[in-house]
């Protein structure tokens, strides 16, 4: 159970795996106004930096699980660089599924909502880890503006156009699901550049090292259209946001 070694290739110089800077991450951390000793749970959490960071800055605690041994190793070194080993947990496991034993204050999955089968089983997986009245945080995609092809919408990742909402249709089916928008933190086009310039930076570095290994021609590839593709289609019509919920009473 792990995740595929050209994720973690393409992936390697990253702490935060989605297009989220580390400004964002800490401007999300203070809108929350978390206080000390808000225990978390991360599901996908990637190499832990909001567990860590927000350890660190607002003395949170908790756990986070992913799929990613190389991740989680990660997330574990970075703990103890930043002196919160002592508060927080990575477990490599399935996220899919995973509910804790507590409830807890603060469950989140930012950039994953696979896990759950979309946004919808998402919300219901982490509503079975959270206290009544507790704050939930669901990372995912919507449309900038509306794909005019099935060419845009592939490019985008996408199967069809309804993979993906509008931000206000987003907006809408979180409401729909029963839960109050309470704020949000919304990736631009910076935001993008930096997190897909330095996937393709991963990439040529890694290959300059390694020419002859069987991934060599798949991330030849990758860098010969990633970039053209992401100019021409991601950058114009695929936002990206991660959205605190409220249940409603």
Not at 109 to 116: D, F, N, P, V, Y
Not at 171 to 199: C, H, K, N, P, T
Not at 220 to 234: I, S, V
Request: overall charge negative; proline content about 4%; aromatic content about 8%.
């Amino acid at each position: 159970m792990d995740l595929p070694r050209f994720i973690t290739i393409q992936e390697s110089s990253h702490r935060i795996h989605n297009p989220l800077t580390a400004d964002k991450l800490a401007t999300l951390g203070q809108a929350l106004s978390l206080a000390p000793g808000t225990h978390a749970l991360d599901l996908a959490c990637g190499s832990g930096e909001l567990m860590n960071t927000w350890a660190r800055d607002h003395g949170i605690t908790g756990t986070g699980v992913d799929i990613s041994t190389v991740f989680t190793a990660r997330a574990r070194t970075r703990a103890a660089e930043l002196g919160v080993a002592d508060r927080v947990d990575f477990i490599h496991g399935d996220a899919a599924g995973y509910v804790t034993d507590e409830p807890v204050d603060l469950a989140s999955c930012i950039g994953a909502t696979w896990i759950g089968g979309g946004v919808a089983g998402t919300v219901e997986l982490l509503g079975r880890s959270l206290r009544p009245g507790g704050v939930m945080l669901i990372g995912e995609p919507f449309w900038r503006r509306e794909p005019p092809s099935q060419e845009v919408i592939e490019s985008c990742h996408a199967g069809s156009r309804a993979d993906f909402g509008l931000l206000d249709e987003l907006i809408e089916q979180f409401a729909d699901l029963g839960y109050d928008l309470v704020e949000m933190v919304l990736a631009d086009q910076d935001s993008w550049d930096r997190y897909r310039a330095a996937q393709w930076f991963n990439l040529r570095r890694w290959l300059d090292q390694n020419p002859d290994d069987e991934l060599a021609a798949e991330v030849r590839t990758e860098l010969d259209t990633a970039p053209a593709r992401y100019a021409r289609y991601e950058r114009e019509y695929l936002g990206w946001g991660v959205f605190a919920l409220m249940g409603r009473r």
